[in-house]
């Protein structure tokens, strides 16, 4: 933090949500030297660099990442919780089952949907009984993610 103080400063304090979020985008240039603050604006109240802040980790990520990303599984915004479904399967994070199988649960169909298909890509047997439920959602994409989730999972 100390080579980009006047960025770290801006992703923390900037008054406007835009600036915040592309100070966070521009800690990820800095290599992981970058990860505390970045892991600091998941806490920030303005859903746009909550996102800015998750995907950058995508890009930063190390084993501290997961714990964190696995919490917005829990986020108010369902556009956070549908990218980090993605996050975690993209890097394989299985102990992220349990909190990903209560999102089939999610009142946004959405979220329900992705978070079906990142079940899918991790191959989770432990889903495997959410995932069929799942499979007769009311929403068509549900369905249809839950069922090629299913034969994803050996």
Known sequence: E??????????????????????????????????????????????????????????LWTGAVPPAVI???????????TNAAMVLARHGVRRATPWLVRNLQDPKWYVRQYTARALGILGARKARGALQRAA??????VREAAVEALARIP
């Open 71 to 81: 919490r917005l599984l829990n986020d108010s915004s369902p556009s956070i919780r």
């Open 2 to 59: 100390q080579i980009f103080p006047e960025l770290v400063a801006a992703s923390r304090h900037h008054p406007n949500a835009f600036a915040r979020a592309v100070a966070v985008k521009s800690l990820a240039r800095f290599s992981r030297s970058a990860l505390r603050p970045v892991l600091r604006a998941l806490r920030d109240p303005a859903m746009p660099v909550r996102l800015a802040a998750l995907l950058t980790l995508d890009r």
């Open 136 to 141: 007769f959602d009311p929403r068509k994409a």
